[in-house]
Nanobody
Framework: QLKLVESGGGLVQSGESLRLSCKVA????????IGWFRQAPGKQREGVSC????????NYADSVKGRFAISADNAKNTLSLLMNSLTPEDTAVYYC?????WGQGTQVTVSS
């Protein structure tokens, strides 16, 4: 059974950085889509970034292009999202998703 556990969220000031991690257990597929999503209060969940677990190609939402970077460390079974130049508009609960399975989310709050 696939299990995802996010960590790394917190409260930061505008312009600062955070690295989110998603620890993966039980992944058996050779190639699946993996990604990060976020949901701000009162808004629908939206995609932030995605990639295949083979590392072939990455995609980013326009709102985070040039600031966020997704990566995967297969040896450590960890998916990461490096977030730079954070703004209050990035405040949300961030979720990782692998092959349709969701983690519990981690809160990111950016103060102005």
């Amino acid at each position: 059974q696939l299990k995802l556990v996010e960590s790394g969220g917190g409260l930061v000031q505008s312009g600062e950085s955070l690295r989110l991690s998603c620890k993966v257990a039980g992944l058996t597929s050779d190639a699946v889509a993996i990604g990060w999503f976020r949901q701000a209060p009162g808004k629908q969940r939206e995609g932030v970034s995605c990639m295949s677990n083979t590392g072939m190609g990455t995609n980013y939402a326009d709102s985070v292009k040039g600031r966020f970077a997704i990566s995967a460390d297969n040896a450590k079974n960890t998916l990461s999202l490096l977030m730079n130049s954070l703004t209050p508009e990035d405040t949300a609960v961030y979720y990782c998703n692998i092959g349709g399975t969701w983690g519990q989310g981690t809160q990111v709050t950016v103060s102005s």
